[in-house]
Nanobody, 124 residues
Framework: VQLQASGGGSVQDGGSLKLSCAAS????????MAWFRQAPGKEREFVAG????????GYTDSVKGRFTISRDTTKNIVSLQMNYLKPEDTAIYYC??????????????????WGQGTLVTVSS
């Protein structure tokens, strides 16, 4: 199982970025995927998650209305569109996957598969 995250970068306050996570090696199966982030000196936190069919999505309160998670099930790609970025969104963003029919877990401990992380920097 491999997760390859991309799309990070540096933007100014109010800017936008789109992160993508390409998943491979799952074979036949269904899995939920999520984005987490970790800022320096802080714990890894849930940002957004989507279930295997793309019907159930969840967001942490601080990104609701600004971030949108989506998935292309035919290509096994999950994206995170981030608009109206704020300096406090600065972090390394990780995609994660878990084999489940349930909605995406908000705890990082529930995910056995992780991408390498991509850095998002928002300057004021």
């Amino acid at each position: 199982v491999q997760l390859q995250a991309s799309g990070g970068g540096s933007v100014q306050d109010g800017g936008s970025l789109k992160l993508s996570c390409a998943a491979s090696g799952f074979g036949v199966g269904i899995f939920a995927m999520a984005w987490f982030r970790q800022a320096p000196g802080k714990e890894r936190e849930f940002v957004a998650g989507i279930n295997w069919a793309g019907r159930f999505v969840g967001y942490t309160d601080s990104v609701k209305g600004r971030f949108t998670i989506s998935r292309d099930t035919t290509k096994n790609i999950v994206s995170l569109q981030m608009n109206y970025l704020k300096p406090e969104d600065t972090a390394i963003y990780y995609c994660a996957a878990q084999k489940t029919t349930a909605p995406a877990d908000t705890s990082p401990g529930g995910y056995p598969h992780w991408g390498q992380g991509t850095l998002v920097t928002v300057s004021s």
